[in-house]
């Protein structure tokens, strides 16, 4: 027993030790999450950055790994995802949540959680599994654990839908179908948050519109009040809501309910982003997920003129840009494939975001805005979630598909 202890703690020691040692990265150019800055040096020891600044001065290291030619970035954050579906051109949402096993369902997010962090997305915030149960509180404990690598998660579990509002549906309106997320209203939401935050959610994801109008037109779900309960019954423990809008009573009500972002946010005009930016709300457009959408629909990308509901898109963003309004970086990864979230990042630039408040976006923004303080930038103290890409991704965005290195809390995953 004696000696087993002391083997113990001499491999603890010894670990401890490799850990300690102090790898110097060496590309081109970094980009600090704020910046791009020519002539640093990074060095990292065990799981957090120890030095970040000019290479003229920096401290002795064990081991160096040359990036000539290279971009350093912080590991991407990608504030979208859904890890439990799949592009809806392989399969329509409705037979994904009717059909498929939950297994084959954990078993598909297990590769696209590994596809995600070998595209540099080391940290995503998944919206929902959509019938997946807390499986996605399961699947970040096993990524957290080291049974499989993938990104940290900030995960949202069921979600939360108005009684009636959400699908799938069916013709045979007698039928009760299972739903995509939980169905919950009035004094019963309390209780709702209350459940989701004890089976281990990080925030809760609410959908403030929904396409339940008459002829299926989208419109609100919940009352502001009932927004209002939420945002107070999930701030009691310091977690914040979310919500899914497209339309603009949908933002009004999500805003004045007190939901930290939008996601989509459509149809938002001038004075919906103003109250976004007076309420320091922010919005993640998913700008890929309508782009994507209408690509499966039949269009032809470059070759067909762009459906007006692309037009419309476009503006709006380019309204919310000169409004001011925090962009969140996401891009409802799953609509398209996951591992293809740089998709996001080439569309923001084609719809008039400058590349380098791009990158910033999917960094350091978005680790503000999830409040996750340690990490989104490359800065001594920050953990050590840092990739690279070939080239300069603000000379040409495209450059964010061309990933040769990808470390999560200080171990490399990918080194090409
Ligand atoms: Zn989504």
């Known amino acids: 027993m004696k000696l087993f202890s002391t083997i113990v703690l001499l491999t603890i020691f010894i670990n401890s030790n490799a850990q300690q040692k102090r790898i110097l990265l060496k590309p081109d150019r970094v980009f600090d999450g704020v910046e791009m800055l020519n002539d640093w040096s990074v060095i990292v020891q065990g799981k957090s950055i120890l030095y970040a600044e000019p290479s003229a001065n920096k401290p002795a290291s064990d081991s160096t790994i040359n990036m000539p030619g290279q971009t350093l970035l912080p590991g991407l954050i990608e504030g979208h995802s859904h890890l439990f579906l799949h592009p809806y051109n392989e399969t329509q949402w409705n037979d994904q949540v009717l059909k498929e096993s939950r297994a084959e369902r954990l078993v598909r997010a297990v590769n696209h959680a590994k596809a995600t962090l070998m595209a540099g997305f080391t940290t995503v915030r998944d919206l929902g599994t959509e019938d997946a149960g807390y499986d996605d509180v399961g699947l970040k404990q096993s990524i957290n654990k080291g049974l499989i690598p993938g990104p940290r998660m900030i995960v949202a579990g069921r979600a939360i839908v108005a009684t009636g509002s959400y699908g799938p549906k069916s013709d045979n309106t007698e039928l009760n179908l299972i739903k995509g997320a939980e169905e919950s209203d009035g004094a019963n939401l309390t209780t709702t948050v209350r459940n989701q935050m004890g089976h281990g959610v990080d925030l809760i994801k609410i959908y403030a519109d929904y396409r339940w109008g ?175 890409v070939t080239g300069d991704p603000v000379a040409t965005i495209a450059a964010m598909r061309k990933v040769n290195f990808v470390m999560k809390n200080g171990v490399i995953y990918l080194s090409k």
Do not use: W
């Open 214 to 388: 008459v002829n299926n037109t989208s419109v609100a779900t919940f009352t502001i009040d009932e927004i209002k309960n939420m945002v107070e019954v999930a701030g009691t423990t310091g977690r914040p809501v979310v919500a899914h809008a497209g339309t603009k009573e949908g933002m009004r009500r999500a805003v004045e309910g007190g939901v930290e972002t939008i996601e989509h946010g459509d149809d938002g005009d001038e004075k919906i982003f103003k109250l976004m930016k007076s309420k320091s709300v922010a919005l993640c457009p998913t700008l890929a997920a309508g782009d994507t959408t209408s690509q499966y629909a039949g269009r032809k990308k470059g070759v067909d003129p762009e459906p007006n509901r692309i037009r419309l898109k476009r503006k709006s963003f380019e309204l919310a840009l000169k409004t001011g309004v925090t962009i969140v970086f996401g891009g409802d990864a799953v609509v398209f494939a996951d591992g293809d979230n740089a998709r996001e990042m080439e569309m923001m630039v084609d719809y008039g975001m400058k590349p380098l408040a791009v990158l910033q976006s999917a960094t350091s923004v978005n680790a503000r805005v999830f409040h996750s303080d340690d990490l989104g930038q490359i800065k001594a103290g920050y953990l050590a979630d840092i990739i690279s």
